[in-house]
């Protein structure tokens, strides 16, 4: 009983030791293209030839999880992607269906009220609310904006699949001119209330505050949240883009919910602001210039960026086919961010979109070979969209208040450690 015991015991240290260690993530799900749960055979059918589906335009970017489930974005880039917000069902395999979410009408053509363009959304997990970013529409160049639907905030209760509220931003935010509501994270009320919302505008190159208690939105500007000339141009593969117009991109709060973090995609840059800043709607552009920080370089180019509870910086990047780790030094006036290190490569990521954490450590993220959907050059015959999850002993910035358990981790860690190094030995 003892030897099976310690047996189990090691299996078990064994397994942690190698997902520490290693920079393999694990496939949790791949399509080549995705598939939708239908009502019946007819309605698909009838979506396919109406052209109302085509599936390799559907392009899966955002991940957000929450409980057993995972949501999923497929922003309305292109034609005949009917549902930009969708859940994977309880499914076992690898290439699961999807299902319109929260419902399959809200998502229907039809007035400026329905889900029409969503990109990302953030959960709060003390409440189980979702908060939906929704730009409306496809922002191109041939487009009038003031005849467009305008872009709104949704929060869904996930428990109750019921609306809690939604805030339609007014032109003056989002706007005049391009915009595209991108990424968002959450910043709290001391009593865990999610108050507010900031949100990168990729196109009009701002930062979008959404204030839930007074229901207001106001916007800041400056240059570090337009894209750089220079880094425009990303080679993947054998594949060149070059994107112009895209600057603010990724953001991420810093779980001590003191700063803001964000780069524009054409560009290296990491900058933050303080969120004392960002709280307040009297701040002015001058403002928000004095006290920005440009924090360093990221080593590439990326698309999402993500912030975990012990202080590091996740970012994706566009073409080296991995994901880095930066550490950041806790709540300090003075900027000084630690070693940038790989922590998960692999063949098989092109474009790392976004990422999400579990409630057991492991990081998530979304790969799409968005550059190829981009040149209209998807792939046949391989997986283009991936679901990945790696072992990284860290949670999200959204557990700011969990706080006191970072030292006993690292204890944990030390003593899995001792235990792999003594059953390397064949103490047992
Ligand atoms: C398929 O589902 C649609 C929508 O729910 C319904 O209107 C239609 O009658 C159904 N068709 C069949 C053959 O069941
Ligand atoms: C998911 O499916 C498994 C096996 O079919 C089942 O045991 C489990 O209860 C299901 N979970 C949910 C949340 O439905
Ligand atoms: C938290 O505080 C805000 C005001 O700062 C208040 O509106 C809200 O109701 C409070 N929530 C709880 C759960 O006490
Ligand atoms: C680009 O790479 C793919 C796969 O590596 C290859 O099949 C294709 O021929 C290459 N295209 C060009 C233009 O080199
Ligand atoms: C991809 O296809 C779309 C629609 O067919 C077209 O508008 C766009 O210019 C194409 N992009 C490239 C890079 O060829």
């Known amino acids: 009983m003892a030897n099976y015991l310690a047996f189990l015991f090691y299996f078990q240290a064994f ?9 393999k993530p694990n496939i949790v799900y791949e399509w080549e293209t995705v598939d939708l749960v239908w009502p019946n055979s007819s309605v698909k059918d009838e979506y396919i030839q109406s052209k109302k589906f085509i599936p390799e335009n559907n392009a899966i970017n955002g991940i957000k999880m929450y409980k057993d489930s995972i949501y999923l974005t497929i922003p309305k880039l292109k034609d005949g992607v009917p549902f930009s917000l969708v859940k994977v069902q309880n499914d076992t395999s690898k290439n699961p269906l999807l299902s319109p979410y929260p419902n399959w009408d809200i998502h229907l053509e039809g007035d400026c009220s329905k889900m029409r363009l969503i990109q990302s959304m953030e959960i709060d997990p003390y409440t189980g609310y979702m908060w939906i970013i929704d730009t409306s529409f496809v922002p191109r160049a041939s487009i009038n904006i003031a005849d467009q639907c305008p872009s709104k905030i949704i929060i869904w209760d996930l428990e109750n699949d019921v609306e809690i509220h939604r805030h339609t931003f007014p032109s003056s935010v989002t706007g005049p001119g391009m915009f595209y509501l991108n990424d ?5 009320n001391r009593n865990k209330t999610a108050r507010w919302a900031y949100i990168s505008d990729t196109l009009g190159h701002r930062l979008i505050v959404y204030d839930r208690e007074l229901d207001i939105s106001y916007a800041f500007s400056h240059p570090s949240m337009k894209p750089v000339q220079e880094y425009a141009s990303i080679t993947i593969g054998n594949v060149t883009n070059v994107y112009s117009p895209l600057g603010i991109n990724g953001i991420a709060m810093s779980s001590d919910l003191k700063n803001v973090y964000y780069c524009p995609l054409a560009g290296v840059g990491l900058y933050r602001i303080p969120t004392a800043l960002l709280r307040k709607s009297s701040s ?6 004095r006290e920005v920080i440009h924090v360093g370089n990221k080593m590439f180019q990326s698309d999402g960026i993500y912030y975990g509870r012990k202080h590091n910086l996740y970012y994706s990047t566009l073409g080296p086919r991995s994901v880095y780790q930066w550490s950041m030094t ?3 006036d003075n900027v000084k961010p630690g070693r940038q290190t790989v922590i998960a490569q692999d063949d098989m990521i092109e474009w790392v979109d976004s990422f999400a954490f579990d409630e057991s450590g492991y990081l998530w993220f979304v790969s799409n070979n968005l550059n190829t959907h981009f040149s209209n ?5 391989s997986s283009n969209f991936f679901v990945w999850k790696l072992f990284v002993d860290d949670s999200s910035y959204l557990r700011f208040s969990d706080d006191t358990s970072s030292a006993a981790s690292c204890s944990l860690d030390f003593f899995v450690c001792m235990l792999i190094l003594l059953c390397s030995f064949n103490f047992w």
């Open 377 to 381: 050059d998807t792939v046949k015959g």
């Open 184 to 188: 968002i994270v959450l910043d709290f």
């Open 330 to 332: 806790p709540i300090s």
């Open 284 to 289: 002015s552009d001058s403002d928000f210039s």
């Open 15 to 23: 397994g942690i030791f190698t997902a520490l260690c290693s920079v």
